[in-house]
């Protein structure tokens, strides 16, 4: 008898950490489904859960936008550059208004990483 092992569940947390306590607005989506918009507030988060795909890459990107700034965006989670470098299963960013940043496993613990925007 074959039994497939599902994915384990992937949670991704996007935390307001702007300079100047600006409400952070944001807007999630993966090819197959749109998370709406949502406004964070200094150091509030927003969550998705979601399942990897078993043959093709899972990517969901958001579009970022604080004042009246131009509209930002990231891929908050791309399982060929995520998927060795989240903790548990766990992704945890910090939006900061020079890109998003975390803190990776196999860093320093007093380390993070921060990206640039994509452009």
Known sequence: ??????AERTNVFITNSLEGRE????????KDDDLG???LHINQSFKMSFRTKIF?????????????????????YDE???QHKCDDDVCKWYVHKDGPC??????DSSDRKCYPWNH
């Open 1 to 6: 008898m074959l039994t497939l092992a599902c």
């Open 23 to 30: 409400d952070l607005n944001l807007h999630c989506k993966s």
């Open 37 to 39: 918009q949502h406004l």
């Open 56 to 76: 093709y890459g899972t990517l969901f990107f958001c579009s970022f936008q604080w004042g009246n700034g131009p509209v930002l965006h990231f891929d908050v």
């Open 80 to 82: 060929i550059r995520d």
């Open 102 to 107: 975390r803190y990776e496993p196999q860093l």
